[in-house]
């Protein structure tokens, strides 16, 4: 079956630094992946998406890899700063599904970054 | 409104009792997601509407859990007979289709005592 999952389940950094959040994932049929971010009694909040006919996309300040060989994508965070503390998932469509608003989740990863 | 809305933010009840938890989608999305996040997890996929019709109810747990969306705008997810293990945040989620982007609400953190 298809599950989304991610290595780490904790990470601290220094404010300024670059932080790099990863996640594995078993479908390889999977088209589409998404990053949230969670902070603290919020809802999860759309960061980036990528499709698997890319390696990389881009936002601000955030960039989305994409590894199909090993299945493995990787959320990068440019100059982290405090407001970037919260829990970030990786999430995918159900297999088979068309729609964007039918997720599987993965556990999360929390950030915490430190003034 | 802005975002997705849901009330309460929080409700505590009885073991045993009878709940709804509402959400007002962001106006003019036609598809509107319900999921349900315990403590230390991802949110979980329970249920979802395009327009009045429930789509897809593959992810509710058993047959206590039912939701509604009469007019296509208004959702509402109704618990019956309420255990512990209900204790979690219930999130709502809508999007302008089905191949959109979806927004969360803030969730409604329900808790069974």
């Known amino acids: 079956g298809e599950s989304v999952g991610l290595h780490l389940p904790t990470l601290s950094v220094q404010e300024g630094d670059n932080s790099i959040i990863n996640c594995a994932y078993s479908?390889?049929?999977?088209?589409?992946f998404i990053w949230y971010k969670q902070e603290s009694g919020k809802g999860p909040q759309f960061i980036i998406d990528?499709?698997?006919?890319?390696d990389k996309r881009q936002g601000q300040r955030v960039t989305v890899l994409l590894n199909k060989t090993v299945k493995h994508l990787s959320l990068q965070i440019a100059a982290t700063q405090p407001g970037d503390s919260a829990v970030y998932f990786c999430a995918e469509p159900h297999a088979g599904g068309t729609s964007y608003g039918k997720l599987t989740f993965g556990q999360g990863t929390i950030l915490t970054v430190h003034p | 409104g802005a975002g997705v809305s849901q009330t309460p933010s929080n409700k505590v009840t009885e073991k045993g009792k009878y709940v709804e938890l509402r959400c007002d989608p962001i106006s003019g999305h036609t598809a509107l997601y319900w999921y349900r996040q315990s403590l230390g997890q991802g949110p979980e996929f329970l249920i979802y509407f395009q327009g009045t019709g429930a789509a897809d109810d593959s992810g509710l747990p058993n047959d206590r859990f039912f939701a509604v969306r009469p007019e296509g705008s208004v959702s509402t997810l109704k618990i019956q007979r309420t255990e512990r293990g209900d204790s979690a945040v219930y999130l709502c989620?809508?999007?302008?289709?089905?191949?959109?982007?979806?927004?969360f609400g803030q969730g409604t953190r329900l808790t069974v005592v």
């Open positions: 990528i499709r698997s006919n890319m």
């Open positions: 989620a809508s999007s302008r289709g089905l191949g959109t982007e979806a927004f």
């Open positions: 479908n390889s049929a999977s088209d589409y």
